[in-house]
């Protein structure tokens, strides 16, 4: 069960950071989701079906690159 909220903490922090990103915050946006990676790394590997939203270090690199 733990891990299961851990997981939707970190689903919350790419969702905010989607949203700064939308407004124009891009250094706000890679702060949560560098955060957000870093909880997912402590995170217990999970089995079954990937779980189907990008990953935050994913979604960080694009950030990223989009920033120069």
Known sequence: ??????????????????GRHGRG????????????????DSLPFAFGPPVEIVSPHEMAGEYLLGLG
């Open 1 to 18: 069960m733990e891990g299961e909220r851990g997981y939707a903490e970190v689903i919350g922090k790419v969702l905010h950071a989607a």
């Open 25 to 40: 915050e891009g250094e706000k946006a890679i702060a949560l989701l560098a955060a957000a990676a870093a909880q997912d």
